[in-house]
């Protein structure tokens, strides 16, 4: 059966437009929709205590003296915890490998506690530590990376969520070869975390930062696709949710530049970003970008308005190529695999012809 990752791509999701308004802009109306109040505050007396009021006073009590118990026992807790890696640190040294299974352990405590910055920084040392142990590309420090983005995911905080997302991969490319399902898995992570910062604003400010974004993420899926057809010989249905990724970016692309031809702007080097974000990344070398600017009367006569859309237009053809070579090579698809394949052609080749409608002057 066709394998179906947690960020597999839905039929609706390839007519998805890039969102080109805040983040703010796009919360619900339902918020202004009546709320339920909370009933107001009654005062009983103890001495009172006769009837069903007061007996749910008591109740409310009880429910207070469990509290305190059980935050007494989570303090507790936590100071055995500590404890056990001060001891640990005491008897193997400050990078025993004990000590990474003991601040991993800490780590999730704290994540019950809610206490997300606290345990990123527990998350941090058993990777850290795990890098010393095991190398600086191992796949033991894999989980504590995951970790790690849990917990900032939690705080909100798109810049370091979005660099361990990126050395996770780097780290997961390093150890496994191209043909490798984990590879694969890997790769769908990271381009996932790429869409889900776009289509929710997490790391853009503007349309523009966005457009340029999206186009970087054309340009890493084209990467990976590349390199599992080298060794698997042409597509092949393992990263077919990788090829339904990139053509749904391409379009997305291609819909917002056509959206943009009455204002006009500018476009970067897909290779390289010029923001304050990328200016203070370490990890990412960054070429002197080129720019392509364009007016609104630019975008309004052929051959211009064409080979700005036309470019991702064309790149969603080469998805449609690798899908029907798909059909065409894989010999285990069954019947229901096929057919959803072939609609899923339709519908890009669809799409495709009517952008390039749009794109032409009238």
């Known amino acids: 059966m066709i394998r179906v990752a947690s960020n597999a791509v839905c039929w609706s999701l390839l007519l998805v437009i890039m969102p080109l308004a805040t983040a703010s802009e796009l919360q619900s109306d339902a918020s202004d929709s009546a709320a339920l109040q909370p009933p107001p505050e009654r005062f009983i007396l103890k001495q009172f205590c006769a009837n069903s009021s007061c007996q749910q006073l008591s109740s409310v009590d009880e429910n207070g003296r469990d509290s305190q118990t059980e935050y007494a026992a989570k303090v507790q807790a936590g100071q055995k915890l500590k404890q056990h890696l001060e001891n640990l640190r005491a008897i193997e040294g400050s990078y025993g490998n004990s000590l990474i299974e003991a601040h991993e352990q800490y780590g999730q405590f704290l994540i019950e506690l809610e206490m997300y910055e606290a345990a990123a920084g527990e998350f941090e040392q058993a990777w850290h530590i795990s890098r010393v142990n095991h190398g600086l590309y191992s796949e033991e420090q894999l989980p504590h990376l995951n970790h790690m983005i849990e917990a900032y995911t939690q705080l909100e905080r798109w810049e370091e969520v979005h660099?361990?997302?990126?050395?996770?991969?780097?780290?997961?490319?390093?150890?496994?070869?191209?043909?490798?399902?984990?590879?694969?898995?890997?790769?769908?992570?990271?381009?996932?975390?790429?869409w889900e910062a776009l289509t929710q604003n997490k790391l853009a400010s503007d349309s523009l930062g966005i457009i340029q974004s999206a186009r970087e993420l054309s340009v890493l899926y084209e990467t990976i696709l590349d390199r599992i057809d080298a060794v698997s010989r042409g597509p092949s249905m393992t990263s077919l949710n990788l090829i339904l990724g990139k053509a749904r970016t391409d379009l997305a692309i291609a819909q917002s530049v056509v959206r943009l031809r009455h204002y006009g702007g500018e476009f970067m080097d897909p290779?390289?970003?010029?923001?304050?974000?990328?200016?203070?990344?370490?990890?990412?070398?960054?070429?002197?970008?080129?720019?392509?600017?364009?007016?609104?009367?630019?975008?309004?006569?052929?051959?211009?308005?064409?080979?700005?859309?036309?470019?991702?237009?064309?790149?969603?053809?080469?998805?449609?190529?690798r899908l029907e070579e798909i059909l065409l090579q894989e010999t285990e698809i069954n019947k229901g695999e096929r057919a959803w394949i072939e609609t899923l052609v339709t519908m890009l080749r669809a799409e495709s012809d009517s952008l390039l409608r749009s794109s032409r002057p009238r």
């Open 163 to 194: 660099d361990l997302h990126q050395l996770g991969f780097l780290v997961g490319s390093r150890i496994y070869p191209a043909d490798d399902l984990r590879y694969v898995l890997a790769a769908e992570l990271y381009t996932a975390w790429q």
């Open 271 to 321: 290779q390289c970003r010029n923001d304050g974000y990328h200016q203070r990344r370490r990890n990412v070398a960054c070429r002197p970008s080129t720019l392509v600017s364009f007016g609104p009367g630019d975008m309004m006569h052929f051959p211009a308005a064409y080979s700005m859309a036309g470019l991702y237009i064309r790149q969603v053809d080469d998805a449609i190529f």
